[in-house]
């Protein structure tokens, strides 16, 4: 079993700035790709940024040039920096990962983390 812990969250204003984390741990053989995603009220939730095990990223449209995504895989953990955070940024951010359990088995997993929310006021 693997386990996702986010942390980071928090109430800040907008222009200002966050970093999010995520570490994973429990039964990890590699992880593949690594991202971000989140869920505002009433809305689906959306990629906002993701990392191959190669270091590709890609990004949502609305935060390109303002977030940044990045991993130390000695860690297992993911990071998403933030900049310049709009009030349109609140959501709850969803670390997620595909994660590899075993040097014996090519399956892979998907996980999610439990969510950590971020509000941006006006």
């Known amino acids: 079993q693997v386990q996702l812990v986010e942390s980071g969250g928090d109430l800040v204003q907008a222009g200002e700035s966050l970093t999010l984390s995520c570490a994973a741990s429990?039964?990890?053989?590699?992880?593949?790709?690594m991202g971000w995603y989140r869920q505002a009220p009433g809305k689906e939730r959306e990629l906002v940024a993701a990392?191959?095990?190669?270091?590709?990223?890609t990004y949502a449209d609305s935060v390109k040039g303002r977030f940044t995504i990045s991993r130390d895989n000695a860690k297992n953990t993911v990071y998403l920096q933030m900049n310049s955070l709009k009030p349109e940024d609140t959501a709850v951010y969803y670390c997620?990962?595909?994660?590899?359990?075993?040097?014996?088995?090519?399956?892979?997993?998907?996980?999610w983390g439990q969510g950590t929310q971020v509000t941006v006021s006006s």
């Open positions: 997620n990962c595909n994660v590899r359990t075993r040097m014996t088995s090519m399956a892979t997993y998907t996980y």
């Open positions: 429990g039964t990890i053989f590699s992880i593949n790709a």
């Open positions: 990392t191959t095990s190669g270091g590709r990223t």
